[in-house]
T-cell receptor, first 110, second 114 residues
Framework: GQNIDQPTEMTATEGAIVQINCTYQTSGFNGLFWYQQHAGEAPTFLSYNVLDGLEEKGRFSSFLSRSKGYSYLLLKELQMKDSASYLCAGGKYNNNDMRFGAGTRLTVKP | EAQVTQNPRYLITVTGKKLTVTCSQNMNHEYMSWYRQDPGLGLRQIYYSMNVEVTDKGDVPEGYKVSRKEKRNFPLILESPSPNQTSLYFC?????????????FGPGTRLTVL
């Protein structure tokens, strides 16, 4: 199976740090992606992990542990505009099959 | 401007009336996909294509058809729409399968089937 699980909702304060977790069944995926989606808009790419470890990209970082089927997205110095849904997705090298989690809706409060 | 376009953006139709949602990308991408997004279920892949004339089923293909006659276009066809196909649909494209090749999404098509 290729279930991808992430929390439904999270709330955090402006300026703080928040970690959004994603777990998946270890068979089948070669890469783990994170997307941001504002209400009523299309998803936009944030980051990807192929190897274990932390990938940093400005205020956003993503971590992957393939053996544990676990990833997280870390958002630092939260801003109000970071209020959005964050989608975790698994992809394969050999085809265009991609599976998404249901998304985590993050609300940033002043 | 590099983009994925979809038409129409909004559509209200009735059960059984065939419809097509068009998708076009101007980035010369080989790989294209269709997704539907429903509350609580997230994005689910309907069909994907790896190149012209190469398509494959995703997670939820029932009730849908696709074609890939040209590289830039990947229309989604609903031969006989039903109310359970009411959803928000996204088309996406990417240049390659390596993890660094991000997917670019179209703006979405909100479909209501009465």
């Amino acid at each position: 199976g290729q279930n991808i699980d992430q929390p439904t909702e999270m709330t955090a304060t402006e300026g703080a740090i928040v970690q959004i977790n994603c777990t998946y069944q270890t068979s089948g995926f070669n890469g783990l992606f994170w997307y941001q989606q504002h209400a009523g808009e299309a998803p936009t790419f944030l980051s990807y992990n192929v190897l274990d470890g932390l990938e940093e990209k400005g205020r956003f970082s993503s971590f992957l542990s393939r053996s544990k089927g676990y990833s997280y997205l870390l958002l630092k110095e939260l801003q109000m505009k970071d209020s959005a849904s964050y989608l975790c997705a698994g992809g394969k090298y050999n085809n265009n099959d991609m599976r998404f989690g249901a998304g985590t809706r993050l609300t940033v409060k002043p | 401007e590099a983009q994925v376009t979809q038409n129409p953006r909004y559509l209200i139709t009735v059960t059984g009336k065939k419809l097509t949602v068009t998708c076009s990308q101007n980035m010369n991408h080989e790989y294209m996909s269709w997704y539907r997004q429903d509350p609580g279920l997230g994005l689910r892949q309907i069909y994907y294509s790896m190149n012209v004339e190469v398509t494959d089923k995703g997670d939820v293909p029932e009730g849908y058809k696709v074609s890939r006659k040209e590289k830039r276009n990947f229309p989604l066809i609903l031969e006989s729409p039903s109310p359970n196909q009411t959803s928000l649909y996204f088309c996406a494209s990417r240049s390659g399968l390596a993890a660094g090749n991000e997917q670019f999404f179209g703006p979405g098509t909100r479909l209501t089937v009465l």
